[in-house]
């Protein structure tokens, strides 16, 4: 079945150093890819989202790539800051006519020292 | 503001009392789904429904019920409250527009304790 599978956290990093969170996937067909984030307390909001090969989802800063030929959305943004501390999570969605589920990662914590 | 609205934001309940959790949304999105959350297991998917009259169980489907009745609403119903139950229940809402899924949208969760 489909799944997605993300680095283990908690990440730290002190302010303005590059961040890379790592999420390959695993489906058939062509799956839309997300990235959430989930702040202290918080529900989960869209960061960026990417519907086919080689489309780059951006957002604040962040980025990632949908990489059909290594199965991969890392997360990615050059410089990070304290207010980025949270919790993400990488997820896909099936493809209309199937299901209309959204798999998620496990979720990773970023914790961004000043 | 539009958006997916989940009531009530915290409950206590006892082992065996059973409740519903609402959710609701205003976007008109024809999918809608429940997960629950719990710490070090990420998000997991108990039910969803890809239309109004349309429901099938997710991962984590037993001791929760639901029905679609309308296009906006999707309440999950306790059937009889277990401490394993305990957990952050969101909701979520999203569409598809040429072949595609878009605007996935989570409402604030309801904190459930089961005592």
């Known amino acids: 079945g489909n799944s997605v599978t993300q680095m283990e956290g908690p990440v730290t990093l002190s302010e303005e150093a590059f961040l890379t969170i790592n999420c390959t996937y695993t489906?058939?067909?062509?799956?839309?890819l997300f990235w959430y984030v989930q702040y202290p307390g918080e529900g989960l909001q869209l960061l960026l989202k990417?519907?086919?090969?080689?489309d780059k989802g951006s957002n604040k800063g962040f980025e990632a790539t949908y990489r059909k030929e290594t199965t991969s959305f890392h997360l990615e943004k050059g410089s990070v800051q304290v207010s980025d501390s949270a919790v993400y999570f990488c997820?896909?969605?099936?493809?209309?006519?199937?299901?209309?589920?959204?798999?998620f990662g496990q979720g990773t914590t970023l914790q961004v020292k000043p | 503001n539009a958006g997916v609205t989940q009531t009530p934001k915290f409950q206590v309940l006892k082992t065996g009392q059973s409740m519903t959790l609402q959710c609701a949304q205003d976007?008109?999105?024809?999918?809608m789904s429940w997960y629950r959350q719990d710490p070090g297991m990420g998000l997991r998917l108990i039910h969803y429904?890809?239309?109004?009259?349309?429901?099938d169980q997710g991962e984590v489907p037993n001791g929760y019920n639901v029905s679609r009745s309308t296009t906006e609403d999707f309440p999950l119903r306790l059937l009889s409250a277990a401490p394993s139950q305990t957990s952050v229940y969101f909701c979520?809402?999203?569409?598809?527009?040429?072949?595609?899924?878009?605007?996935?949208?989570f409402g604030s969760g309801t904190r459930l304790t089961v005592v």
């Open positions: 997820a896909l969605s099936d493809r209309p006519g199937n299901t209309g589920k959204l798999i």
């Open positions: 489906a058939t067909g062509y799956p839309s």
């Open positions: 429904s890809v239309g109004a009259g349309i429901t």
């Open positions: 976007m008109n999105h024809e999918y």
């Open positions: 990417a519907t086919k090969a080689d």
């Open positions: 979520a809402s999203s569409y598809s527009s040429g072949g595609r899924y878009y605007g996935y949208t």
